[in-house]
């Protein structure tokens, strides 16, 4: 693995190594200790990020590693009219991975310069690639597979980059997709267009139950109001209505922040796990960061 721009940079069975892998540190939290001694991470992020930055600086840490930040782009040449190429070029100069959160689509930057790997970890509307690969761990580790579960995404499917990636992996394990988007807040046509061609069984519905009562998981996203998107209050999931509709052996899962849409009446209910899901981040990105490190 060498650069990870989009979640199809990786095929399934480089997923399954990742997993493999994950579940391979948890299990000898130490395996990695020493991989990124005398190395440099950088993390460049133009958009604000918790997790996400800090679970990639917390494992390349945890791997004997040295981190470089720079957040905002009031904090960067950025701020100087320099161009995104010209300063991730300069970056990977003094860098032996960067990963990298921006406004754009990683398609349009050129990144044919620069001098170590680069990660997506967010690139505006677009992708999330490794917010998918912890989901996937997560799912595996929650139901002991991947193939043939029913997952249900409600929310801002227009704007939600989590949501893009995900769906972008459904045909590898034969994961069947029920959408309940918020009005105007629909999974973009060519998504759904490239769901279709891949033979993935995709239904869109209009309501809360009988979403709830098809999935094994169920995944809600904030509306991206950022990114222009408007208020959407009429899903909002809370205890009564999950136990009332949904199947026993649910889970909830949330990429984060939430917002509304989510209860806090869940949090400690046996059908949480986006708690967990989120403490799974730095763990498979330190199997992510260790693979790209051993080449």
Request: with cysteine; charged share 20%; hydrophobic share 40%.
């Amino acid at each position: 693995m060498r650069n990870l721009l989009s979640i199809d940079n990786i095929s399934k069975s480089e997923i399954l190594s990742v997993i493999d892998k994950t579940y391979s540190l948890v299990n000898v939290s130490n395996a990695v200790a020493d991989l990124a001694k005398g190395k440099v991470l950088t993390t460049f992020f133009m958009e604000p990020s918790t997790r996400t930055r800090l679970s990639f600086e917390a494992a390349f840490a945890k791997m004997s590693g040295s981190i470089l930040s720079v957040t905002g782009k009031e904090t960067s040449a950025i701020a100087k009219k320099e161009s995104l190429s010209d300063s991730l070029r300069v970056i990977s100069s003094y860098s032996d991975v960067m990963v990298a959160r921006i406004d754009a689509d990683f398609t349009n930057v050129d990144i044919s310069n620069l001098e170590c790997p680069i990660i997506n970890a967010g690139d505006g509307a677009c992708e999330h690639p490794t917010q998918t690969l912890l989901d996937l761990f997560s799912m595996h580790e929650c139901f002991g597979r991947l193939e043939k579960l029913k997952l249900g995404l409600m929310g801002d499917l227009l704007y939600g980059r989590t949501v893009h990636s995900l769906v972008k992996v459904a045909h590898l394990f034969d994961i069947e997709l029920y959408l309940l988007p918020c009005n105007n807040l629909e999974l973009p046509t060519q998504y759904m267009n490239d769901l279709n061609t891949k033979g993935v069984n995709v239904t869109v519905l209009n309501n809360m139950k009988d979403l709830l009562a098809n999935v094994d998981i169920l995944y809600p996203t904030r509306v991206q109001q950022e990114r222009g998107a408007l208020s959407c209050d009429t899903n909002i999931i809370n205890l009564d209505v999950v136990t009332k509709y949904g199947q026993d052996h649910l889970k909830i899962f949330h990429p984060l922040p939430r917002n509304l849409e989510l209860s806090q009446d869940l949090d400690n209910s046996k059908y949480s796990y986006y708690f967990k899901q989120a403490k799974n981040g730095l763990v498979v990105r330190q199997a992510i960061l260790s693979m790209i490190l051993e080449g």
